[in-house]
T-cell receptor
């Protein structure tokens, strides 16, 4: 079974600084997708970034980028120029390449942004 | 973009009564619906997966007779918590997938309090 591990229950960062959230996963599949979701206090799940395992290039979305290390099964999220609105719970998630497959979530990392 | 409308956003009910939560995909056909439960400061726990027109598949430990899921159409799925008890108090979130693409669209969640 696939597992997703986020070893940092809490992280904090100063506004305008950079922070990296860690995620590791375990799978025997070769075709899969990885995601980072943000859950602010409203509890609405928001997709931050997505990475296809077959792509070597790391995904980037504005201030958000990932460091995808397939051999190490690592998928960290870097947030640059942190803003107060980035404060949220961040979940790393995995799904296989099979259509309709479920998301497996990590435990989450609570990010605090200090002004 | 894809939108899933989840209602109600919060509900308080008396112990022993039933509560129905609805998730509607507004601008796409949700062939698969996932239902999650989330406790405070914890990750999303998958309860069941339903495909339109089929019986839901429940995760181990989830009582299918207590948590009734209906996915009779491509735009509507419901979760009914039957004979609710205080321990059923939680945050319930739905997530929909279309047949094509790899995106998941989340509802805004329902906070259930059983008194």
């Amino acid at each position: 079974a696939q597992t997703v591990t986020q070893s940092q229950p809490e992280m904090s960062v100063q506004e305008a600084e950079t922070v990296t959230l860690s995620c590791t996963y375990d799978t025997s599949e070769s075709d899969y997708y990885l995601f980072w979701y943000k859950q602010p206090p409203s509890r609405q799940m928001i997709l931050v970034i997505r990475q296809e395992a077959y792509k070597q290039q790391n995904a980037t979305e504005n201030r958000f980028s990932v460091n995808f290390q397939k051999a190490a099964k690592s998928f960290s999220l870097k947030i640059s120029d942190s803003q107060l609105g980035d404060a949220a719970m961040y979940f790393c998630a995995y799904r296989t390449g099979t259509s309709g497959s479920r998301l497996t979530f990590g435990e989450g990392t609570q990010l605090t942004v200090n002004p | 973009g894809a939108v899933v409308s989840q209602h109600p956003s919060w509900v308080i009910c008396k112990s022993g009564t039933s509560v129905k939560i609805e998730c509607r995909s507004l601008d796409f056909q949700a062939t698969t619906m996932f239902w999650y439960r989330q406790f405070p400061k914890q990750s999303l726990m998958l309860m069941a997966t339903s495909n339109e027109g089929s019986k839901a598949t429940y995760e181990q430990g989830v009582e299918k007779d207590k948590f009734l899921i209906n996915h009779a159409s491509l735009t509507l799925s419901t979760l009914t918590v039957t004979s609710a008890h205080p321990e059923d108090s939680s945050f319930y979130i739905c997530s929909a997938r279309a047949q094509t693409g790899y995106g998941y669209t989340f509802g805004s969640g329902t906070r259930l309090t059983v008194v």
